[in-house]
């Protein structure tokens, strides 16, 4: 049972690292600042 949660834990803790590195890894300075502009329609 001990064995179960361990393992649990431990994919639980690779897909929120998964999720971190392809949310942050790729940018030096955080979010892109045009973004928040880009959610607005044109018009």
Do not use: N
């Amino acid at each position: 049972m001990l064995l179960l949660l361990l393992e649990a834990l431990l994919v639980l803790g690779l897909l929120l690292f998964i999720v971190w590195w392809v949310m942050f890894a790729g940018r030096r300075k955080g979010e892109r600042a045009d973004d928040a502009a880009g959610d607005e329609p044109p018009g």
